[in-house]
């Protein structure tokens, strides 16, 4: 969906789920380290991105009850509808 086609609502939610992802990515040590962020914090964190992702889709409900969100690549086949034919009898051939 295009940004100019989406309510300031939306755009909020998208930065803000953007944002908040990038502190997170930022904020995660390596394996074996000690985590900068309390076990509450990242509870928090989990529960916003919860709330965002359910503010979305009820959004996106209003605005679009039929959407189909799932994503389609340049490299994916697109679903074919397979129509079976009858098969005519053949005519003899005329000599």
Known sequence: MNEENLSKEQRILRV???????????ATPPPG??????QQTREDIRDLFALIAER?????????????????????????????????PKKPAED
């Open 56 to 88: 979305e889709k009820e959004l996106a409900d209003i605005s679009n009850p039929d959407r189909n969100e799932r994503p389609f690549y340049p490299g994916d086949k697109k679903p074919s509808n397979v129509i079976n034919m009858p098969v005519s």
């Open 33 to 38: 380290m000690l985590h900068p962020l309390s």
């Open 16 to 26: 803000l789920r953007k944002v908040l992802g990038n502190i997170v990515k930022d």
